[in-house]
């Protein structure tokens, strides 16, 4: 093909279409979710986190302390699934900051916040495609309790409604770190401060013992401990109790999440220079 | 300069006046005033740092003026950013095209933002791809694609729905003369199908080639304005370099080169060389006729309009290419 060719070529894709209509906030949040989902594809390892770790921490503490902490491994798996599992998913949110913080510094939100479209919708895309790697690793958590020998008693329905609050608890806790991963430099300083949050959160937590034998000065932080209330909300809806105060204070926490973080997100996201 | 004139009657791509942008202290833009009519290209030209990238972006959206007003097709900049951003399209600096993915999942993906159904979507990511001559790369991931790839790749995303004004930051720095060369021709072909252009470059050649009227910026401030024959003419008629056939000749060719032209005459490192700044274009050929009529032989000659890197070095009293190091800062 000559070059007066090729021009042709260029100039009859580059001509007026006909403009499509503009789309709507959820089908560009889904158009973005689905950019999220097809970095899996090509960067599996990146499912690491919602795979190996959880099941690594499964094994490590039921069969270290297991015994030595509820008198035998199956007694302390009844215990550990549910929180595990919060454990899990809570440490999963901080990838949406790194990840988020690697689009900035790549140029790429450049283009999107160009666009035309509503503007929270990578965010809220990103966040939608967390929220299926949360599930993930929720699926994988309890497939490997059940194979253990975990046995809720709250069944199917009791798992499920466990899962769901962790999920909703998750993806509002995510706009924390949309915010860290927006005002710092490097993905490996949020990484860093991110990590550095959740650590004494969710070990200073119920997850792993009962706070009974605990000091108590470190029994009052446990207490109030989000994680902790979040982990009772979700051992009770599996264990087929219902605790309605707990459940009530997870929501609520999440809904000031998002309403407090949310709309920080976006400023920071608008404004960033 | 408040007196930029329309020089024909096409209605403004961009309309600007005295944009200003802080970054703490430092006044990174400091009263900028643009008049681009649609259908043109239009280029910045200017160091690292001088204010090119965040001018642009201030216009493409991505920025918020602390001081002045714009108007984008029409279209308020402060009032109706949306309506600014249906109408125009930025292709960054560093490459924005997202690197995991593959060419065609790239341009899939602005297409279905841009409300193309998923099979319109992936027809018009084809076309694209085709016309561009990415069709073979279509399913490699963007990080292997080379530099020209990738910002070929990135100019197609903008084009997925033909913006009226496109925003292209640098689009050849880094590249190869081919690549180049490919970049070229897809910014005449876009501006043949009607689109504005608004171009920053380092590139004096870059600015030359493309541009219809070039804006040369320096320290967030606009230092001279007009075609690349008007910024050229600015700073004098242009140099003459002759390079004689036998250097001994040089003193007596010195003595007849000054008294024709009436300037001051160069001698270079060369020692057959020699070179003279003229005052008119009709000198030059009044020179050469004189070393002719004195029987001194000229091996080589040339006579030209200054090049933009003289005008640059005219009008900042620094040349270009002290600035040329990236720091990626915003420029």
Redesign the interface.
């Known amino acids: 093909m000559n070059?007066e060719q090729?021009?042709e070529?260029?100039?009859?894709?580059?001509?007026?279409?006909e403009?499509?209509?503009?789309?709507g906030g959820i089908?560009?949040s889904l158009?973005f979710a689905?950019?999220a989902l097809?970095?899996i594809k090509?960067?599996p390892e990146q499912l690491l986190d919602v795979t190996f770790f959880p099941v690594m921490f499964t094994l490590m503490f039921t069969y270290l302390f297991g015994g030595a902490l509820a008198g035998s491994t199956s007694a302390y798996l009844q215990f550990l699934i549910p929180g595990i599992l919060v454990q899990t998913v809570v440490f999963t949110t901080v990838y949406t900051g790194v990840s988020l913080n690697d689009d900035i510094s790549?140029?790429?939100f450049?283009?999107?916040?160009?666009?035309?479209?509503w503007s929270p919708s990578p965010l809220v895309g990103a966040l939608i495609a967390d929220t299926v790697r949360y599930t993930i690793a929720s699926i994988i958590v309890i497939a490997l309790g059940l194979i253990l020998g975990f046995r809720p008693l709250g069944g199917t329905l009791g798992v499920i409604a466990g899962i769901l609050i962790i999920l909703i608890f998750s993806f509002s806790l995510s706009w924390i770190f949309t915010v860290v991963g927006l005002l710092l430099q490097t993905s490996k300083a949020v990484m860093g401060i991110s990590m550095t949050l959740l650590f004494p959160i969710t070990f200073a937590s119920n997850i792993f013992v009962d706070p009974a034998t605990m000091p108590g000065w470190l029994r009052a932080f446990v207490d109030i401990n989000p994680v902790s209330v979040l982990t009772t909300a979700v051992r009770h809806l599996m264990g087929g109790r219902p605790a309605l105060a707990e459940i009530l204070w997870v929501l609520t926490a999440s809904t000031v999440l998002i309403l407090v973080f949310a709309p920080l997100t976006m400023h920071l996201y608008r404004?960033k220079? | 300069m408040n007196n930029i004139i329309n020089h024909d009657d096409r209605p403004l791509a961009v309309h600007a006046e005295g944009l200003v942008k802080r970054f703490g202290k430092q006044r990174a833009v400091d009263g900028i005033d643009l008049s681009i009519p649609q259908g043109t290209v239009y280029g910045f030209l200017g160091p690292n740092g001088a204010g090119k990238t965040t001018t642009m972006k201030m216009l493409a959206t991505l920025l918020k003026p602390d001081e002045g007003q714009a108007h984008i097709m029409g279209h308020d900049l402060l009032t109706e950013p949306n309506a600014v951003r249906r109408r125009v399209s930025l292709t960054g600096q560093f490459a924005s095209v997202d690197e995991d993915l593959s060419g065609i999942e790239n341009l899939i993906l602005i297409a279905r933002l841009m409300g193309y159904s998923r099979k319109d979507a992936k027809e018009r990511a084809g076309e694209l791809l085709d016309a561009f001559g990415l069709e073979e790369a279509a399913g490699r991931q963007a990080k292997k694609y080379s530099g020209g790839m990738r910002r070929r790749l990135d100019i197609a995303a903008s084009m997925v729905v033909r913006p009226d004004l496109l925003f292209l930051d640098e689009p050849t720095t880094g590249l190869d003369p081919r690549s180049r060369n490919q970049i070229w021709a897809i910014v005449r072909a876009l501006v043949s199908t009607g689109t504005t252009v608004l171009l920053t470059t380092q590139y004096l050649d870059e600015a030359d080639q493309l541009a219809d009227r070039i804006a040369v910026i320096d320290h967030g401030k606009i230092i001279a304005e007009g075609t690349s024959g008007e910024l050229k003419a600015s700073v004098g008629s242009g140099v003459l370099h002759v390079r004689l056939q036998d250097p001994a000749t040089r003193a007596k060719a010195q003595k007849l080169l000054a008294d024709t032209i009436g300037a001051p005459v160069h001698l270079s490192s060369d020692p057959a060389a020699l070179s003279a700044q003229l005052t008119a274009q009709k000198k030059g050929t009044q020179a050469l006729a004189a070393l002719d009529a004195n029987n001194i032989e000229v091996s080589e000659f040339s006579l030209g309009q200054p090049s933009l890197d003289e005008v640059f070095l005219t009008l900042t009293g620094k040349p270009t290419e002290n600035d040329v190091q990236k720091d990626g800062a915003k420029s």
């Not at chain 1, 070529?9 to 279409?17: W, Y």
């Not at chain 1, 403009?19 to 789309?23: E, G, I, N, Q, T």
């Not at chain 1, 450049?110 to 479209?117: A, G, H, K, N, V």
């Open positions: 070059a090729h021009m070529k260029m100039k009859a894709a580059l001509v007026e279409h403009r499509p209509a503009k789309p089908s560009t158009t689905w950019r097809l970095k090509y960067v790549k140029g790429t450049d283009r999107f916040r160009s666009l035309p479209i404004n220079q």
